[in-house]
């Protein structure tokens, strides 16, 4: 940990959006004067520490029980992380939910900037725009997967595939959610839907803080639009990128809500995520100290992609 | 420094590219109404689904309703108590996004500038709560409030939203606060200002994009959350409008017309929040820098 | 259970409280709190607090209203969800040790909110002293009692049939098939006139196990009523038993195309659909959701129930019934002998029937004003002619082999298996220990 923070340092970490001129080492000898008291952070790590990692503490336990969730239990030392080992199920839905999350976070954000980028000038409709792409963001996800159903209807003239066959592209028709090979991508393509908008958001108010006289000059200078994208806005984009990054990478990992309402793992076990797979485990098989012990993988498991990401995507901000 | 002088007096509107629209623009324009259109294909579906009765909903779910039934807001807003609701989930919702404002933007104004050492590694420490599985802490944190006497209460719910959405918050604000220029702090510190009254008058301010940002993506979340409510407010006067909904769904007898126009107007009042935050954003940019 | 050794996570004595005082601020909270909750109501003296799955919420509320006439001072708070929500919740609340005084039970065992579960953890209340527990038909006691006590009251019982559109039976010019063959017989007819048969929609995980269960009756139990017993003790594995047989028909009528395409990918509110508009002829179903298709189709009176024949003998015919969703009191109640009341009087034969009627179920004790839904006048003779069995999940030892039976029936439907290995997956999850 320390060498990690070590490294981060030195040149003020993320602090690319200064501007892209030099002379930023200087600052860290006015350090002392620029850190705010400790205080400030106080408030919030009270609060975080009751809600989410005292009672998060207090639940690893679990995981070195053989507790059902309810009645009593016994302490098993770490026979539920070797049973871990030798479970098909939950070692299978590694491989889905890495799957789910690539594809969630490169098409959710690639589509999201997009937007941000097109919303961002002055076409006329740019506020309906935004608010067009950002509303599927503000139903409720199990809800979302339960509308998905009617639009992933797989008869011929219904949702989505009657309107693919309105528009002569009936040879696309899919079972959508039958298909076994295909069911995880419908979920993704579903969950893309809902949260590009969202990613669109971070963007935009990342976007908003590149100066307008940056392009200006630029284009003075005669830089064509990809050059200004280029060189201009994407390196200020850095702390918005890195945000949407993170979360869509998190969010896609932890994903439960659609995925469960959506398919519920099926069909058969085709769309199985360690997210649907330790749910089950506690709430629908009553294994509440496996399960736990599966939440605690995931966790680390998410932790490690979520450090090593920030590290590079830090380092990035620096250089960008 | 030069990007703080560049900054100060952005009044053109952002990416502006010039005084008269190009064909360009219109094409941009077709373009991305375009995609909108393919984004509102399941919200046309939402919409025709909630003006519909079962048989129409059963006989063409997606075909335009003929005629449309408005029974259905009525029905929902009535059955699903969605008066008091609203009320429940506007007074959690917002004392919850206060606090996370407020909160949030104070302990990531240490940890963006305090990058090393105890502070990366409180950073660390908040991005975990991102990481974490809610399953892990969701035994003893019910347990907790239970013990507090705080179920079935608003303080309960603001309680929990405060402390299980400020690592997002942390880290949004964060993200943003090291990327703004320091010089303007640091002047203010140079004049006599103390951190208090630099992060409120100087760097709160600033903060705006990314404030609207934290509201929006954070009651979006509060809003729509139905799990917790249940847990912790079900069967009391403060339920929320998720947990009205979410009762008309049953395994084998449910009405989705109803369901689908209770979520209609159950997203209304977030939608409105993001346009006039959109505005109150941009607006905040322009004229946010005056010094 | 031999619980002296072990924990038992009371919420008294974990010393969850002196963990809390750890954190300052929790301390300060804890503090705080009688200030605060003076004004707020958490939901403890006096209210009965109910907690039920989406499906119990009109007899429910139907019944508490009723109870409050003659109990004016019986005050309820009542919470209704999705099944899966309610689970997860209840569940939680359980294991915090803070359950509502009356809740959502599922007869019997193999799931995770079972009677059988929670009452071996001493979750439930014992209601064998409630006058209406001595009316439980003996057939019925594995999903009321454990143990000899009964913890369940549930209204009665839910059949597995057809639920077929009259007028699409008619413009095929069929019957109600009686026997298996003469089910092939109609099919095809019906295949032969451009309508779906069968509608299915399997991507819904509870609609797989439908036709297994129509099934299994007549391959499993008229032959041999002890398979519950042989399976427990080992004897008997899904495999090599009747199951085969009944899995080996599921599979035939996909094979003929007697189901709509893609039934994996279809949901039951599609396959609710397709019959109700008469484009598919019928839907194995339990008789539970009659009021959802009833309200679908255009006219009521065209959907009718019969018995789905699995077997080839028309006067030996064997058919699902299974105890519905019930309620339960908890074992800390608060509030029990407000809950016992209310519990006695949901008892009494009126409101048997009222709760029945409204969920489409066939009271468990019956007197002559007893009026069932007239769709589930075929399966009465059967009833009482003891040719009934309960829905197999009900005697299954753990929550998993359910699941695993809908993987399995999903799996063989998208023909990633055949009827040996979706009968393996679910032996391998019968021999899990609960």
Not at chain 1, 185 to 196: E, L, T
Not at chain 1, 298 to 316: E, G, I
Not at chain 2, 231 to 246: A, C, M, N, Q, R
Not at chain 3, 318 to 327: C, E
Request: hydrophobic share 45%; charged share 15%; with cysteine.
């Amino acid at each position: 940990m320390t060498s990690t923070s070590e490294k981060t340092v030195p040149g003020p970490a993320g602090r690319a959006a200064d501007g892209p001129d030099t002379g930023r080492g200087r600052r860290v000898r006015h350090r002392d004067h620029t850190i705010p008291p400790w205080l400030f952070v106080v408030p919030a790590l009270v609060v975080y520490g009751i809600v989410v990692l005292y009672p998060s503490l207090a639940g690893v336990m679990y995981a070195f029980t053989d507790w059902s969730g309810i009645g009593g239990f016994s302490f098993t030392g770490t026979d539920n992380f070797r049973a871990l080992l030798d479970d098909g199920r939950a070692l299978e839905s590694v491989s889905n939910t890495l799957l789910l999350t690539l594809a969630v976070v490169v098409v959710q954000n690639g589509i999201g900037l997009l937007l941000a980028l097109g919303v961002h000038t002055s076409i006329k409709s740019r506020a309906v725009l935004r608010l067009v792409f950002f509303a599927p963001a503000v139903v409720s996800p199990v809800m979302v997967a339960i509308l998905w159903k009617y639009v992933y209807n797989p008869e011929n003239g219904a949702g989505l595939n009657g309107l693919l066959g309105a528009v002569g592209l009936g040879g696309l028709r899919q079972d959508w959610l039958g298909n076994p090979s295909l069911a995880l991508w419908s979920v993704a393509a579903m969950v893309v839907w809902q949260y590009a908008g969202y990613s669109m958001v971070v963007f935009l108010a990342g976007l908003q803080g590149v100066p307008a006289e940056l392009h200006e000059a630029a284009r003075i200078d005669g830089a064509g639009s990809w050059q200004r994208f280029r060189y201009v806005t994407w390196p200020l984009l850095a702390p918005a990128l890195t945000i949407n990054l993170m979360l869509s990478t998190i969010g896609g990992l932890k994903l439960f809500d659609q995925v469960y309402a959506a398919t519920n793992g099926g069909p058969g076990t085709s769309s199985e995520t360690l997210s649907t797979v330790l749910y089950k485990e506690a709430f629908v098989y009553g294994k509440f100290g496996y399960s736990t012990a599966v939440a605690l993988v995931l966790a680390l498991f998410v932790a490690a992609v979520s450090l090593v990401q920030l590290r590079y995507l830090r380092a990035r901000e620096v250089t960008a | 420094m030069s990007t703080a002088t560049a900054r100060g007096p952005a009044k053109a509107k952002p990416g502006r590219t010039g005084r008269r629209p190009k064909y360009g623009q219109y094409a941009l324009e077709l373009l991305m109404i375009a995609v909108a259109v393919v984004f509102l294909f399941p919200v046309y579906a939402l919409v025709t689904l909630a003006m519909k009765d079962p048989r129409q909903i059963s006989e063409s779910p997606l075909s335009l309703p003929s005629p449309p039934t408005f029974g259905n807001f009525g029905d929902a807003w009535s059955s699903a108590s969605l008066g008091p609701a609203l009320l429940n989930s506007t007074v959690i919702t917002a004392v919850s996004l206060l606090l996370l404002i407020v909160l949030g933007s104070t302990g990531a104004y240490y940890l963006a500038r305090c990058a090393r050492g105890l502070g990366y590694g409180l950073y660390i420490l908040f991005l975990l709560g991102i990481v974490l599985p809610f399953q892990l802490g969701m035994i003893p944190l019910y347990r907790l409030v239970d013990d507090l006497g705080w179920l079935g209460t608003y303080q309960g719910m603001v309680l929990f939203y405060t402390g299980i959405q400020l690592p997002f918050t942390v880290f949004l604000y964060t993200g943003f606060i090291r990327a703004l220029p320091q010089d303007y702090a640091q002047a203010a510190l140079i004049d006599g200002c103390d951190h208090r009254q630099a992060f409120t008058r100087i760097v709160f301010p600033l903060l705006r994009p990314i404030t609207g940002t934290v509201i929006i993506l954070n009651a979006v979340f509060i809003w729509n959350d139905f799990f917790t409510p249940l847990l912790y407010l079900g069967g009391s006067d403060k339920e929320t409008v998720p947990v009205g909904i979410f009762a008309f769904v049953g395994q084998y007898v449910s009405d989705y017309g109803l369901v689908f126009a209770g979520l209609v107007l159950a997203a209304l009042p977030i939608l409105i929040v993001f346009v006039v935050l959109q505005r109150y954003v941009i607006k905040g940019f322009a004229g946010g820098l005056k010094g | 259970m031999t619980t002296g050794s072990r924990f038992r996570p009371d919420r008294r004595t974990l010393g969850r409280r002196g963990l809390l005082r750890i954190g300052g601020g929790a301390a300060a909270l804890a503090a705080l709190s009688p200030v605060l909750t003076a004004c707020s109501d958490s939901g403890g003296s006096g209210k009965l607090r109910l907690v039920g799955v989406a499906d119990q919420q009109k007899p429910v509320e139907e019944l508490v209203a009723r109870y409050r006439t003659s109990h004016p001072d019986a005050e309820f708070a009542t919470s209704f969800a999705p099944t899966d929500q309610v689970q997860t919740v209840l569940r939680t609340q359980l294991a915090g040790g803070n359950a509502p005084d009356v809740h959502v039970l599922y007869p019997g065992s193999g799931s995770a909110m079972s009677m059988v579960e929670l009452a071996k953890a001493g979750l439930l209340a014992d209601l064998s002293e409630q006058s209406w527990t001595k009316e439980v038909p003996s057939n019925f006691h594995p999903a009321y009692r454990h143990e000899g006590k009964t913890y369940l009251y549930s209204a009665g019982s839910s059949v597995i049939g057809a639920i077929h559109n009259k007028k699409a039976f008619a413009r095929a010019g069929v019957e109600p098939p009686r026997t298996w063959k003469e089910l092939l017989d109609v099919c095809a007819e019906l295949k032969a006139k451009g309508i779906i048969p069968i509608a299915l929609g399997t991507q819904t995980p509870w609609v797989t196990q439908l036709i297994s269960y129509a099934l299994v009756p007549n391959a499993v139990y008229a032959r041999n009523p002890a398979f519950d017993a042989e399976m427990a003790s080992g004897k008997a594995h899904f495999r090599d038993s009747g199951w085969a047989d009944a899995m080996g028909k599921y599979q035939e009528l996909q094979r003929r195309g007697f189901f709509n395409e893609n039934p994996n990918g279809t949901t039951y509110e599609q396959q609710t659909s397709m019959v109700a508009s008469g484009r598919a002829a019928m839907a194995v179903q339990v008789s539970a959701v009659l009021a959802n298709f009833r309200q679908a189709a255009r006219n009521p009176d065209d959907l009718g129930m019969f018995p789905f024949p699995g077997g080839d003998d028309a006067a030996k015919l064997w058919i699902p019934a299974g105890i519905v969703v019930g309620l339960g009191i908890s074992a800390r109640s608060r509030n029990s002998a407000e809950a016992k009341a209310f519990v006695e009087f949901l008892g009494r034969q009126q409101n048997v029937d009222r709760w029945a009627r409204s969920v489409a179920a066939i009271p468990f004790k019956r007197d002559a004003a007893t009026r069932t839904d007239p769709a589930l006048d075929g399966f009465l003779p059967l009833i009482d002619d003891n040719r009934a069995v309960p829905f197999m999940d009900q005697s299954w030892p753990n929550a998993e082999v359910q699941p695993a039976h809908f993987a399995a029936v999903q799996d063989l439907l998208a023909g990633k298996t055949d009827v040996d290995g979706a009968l393996g997956q679910m032996d391998e999850a019968y021999g899990k220990k609960s």
